[in-house]
């Protein structure tokens, strides 16, 4: 193991952490947890704390690492399937579950890559991002027109240009004539039910329509 995995080791692994396993172990044995469980919850705990302390290594970005526990899913799916002799549709929910997770990991890689970008690397995202919010705080308190907006704001135009642009993807922002307008949103229950759920089918799709985009999954 590389010196990363074991500095992200030794800060998880403390006398906390000794008792607390320790604990959960005592609690099954008194409960006469059979042997083939017992080893099963131990297993998927080390599977599931090796998975959060690579990931804190390496900085893996948060995709990747609950496709390392979702794999989980898929090994119980399958051993549901072929060991046990009950209904399939928990296995097979198991399986279906982790292996989206898997597919949102590898797209996410493929596109992103499966690390989280240094600061210095990411900092001009960064600072576009502040500056994106800056630009629409702006335009919360009254409408302006693009040469108003960097007038009020001193930011470089590409910049700008970008908050601007970006803005209006989202549908946050529309121009009316030459002045730039917050979208006033319906804040009732029906209309935040449905902003729900379209966030919702475009979190489960993101797979799938990452393909379509611009190559990046934030888009």
């Not at 279906?96 to 890689?109: E, R, S």
């Not at 890559?113 to 919010?133: F, I, L």
């Not at 240009?161 to 030459?178: I, Y």
């Not at 917050?182 to 919702?200: H, K, N, Q």
Request: hydrophobic letters at 40%.
């Amino acid at each position: 193991m590389s010196h990363r995995v074991l500095d992200a080791l030794r800060t998880r692994c403390n006398g906390s952490t000794v008792l607390g396993v320790a604990v959960v172990v005592a609690v099954l044995w008194v409960f006469d947890v059979s042997p083939t469980s017992l080893a099963t919850t131990l297993m998927v705990a080390g599977i599931t704390g090796t998975t959060s302390v690579v990931a804190d290594a390496y900085d893996l970005r948060d995709s990747v690492e609950r496709a390392g526990i979702a794999s989980l899913g898929i090994f119980y799916g399958v051993s549901g399937v072929v060991l046990e002799d009950e209904p399939v549709w928990l296995p097979a929910g198991l399986f279906a579950l982790g292996g989206w997770f898997v597919l949102d990991a590898v797209q996410t890689i493929r596109h992103d890559g499966a690390t989280v970008p240094d600061d210095d690397r990411d900092g001009d995202e960064v600072y576009q991002s502040y500056v994106t919010s800056r630009v629409h705080e702006t335009l919360q308190d009254e409408p302006h027109t693009r040469r108003e907006l960097g007038e009020h704001l001193a930011i470089e135009e590409p910049y700008l240009d970008t908050a601007v642009a970006r803005l209006r993807d989202r549908e946050a922002v529309v121009k009316r004539g030459s002045e730039l307008r917050v979208v006033e949103r319906d804040t009732g229950w029906w209309a935040s039910s449905r902003r729900w759920l379209a966030r919702f089918v475009g979190r489960i799709s993101r797979p799938v329509t990452i393909e379509l985009s611009d190559g990046s999954s934030d888009s």
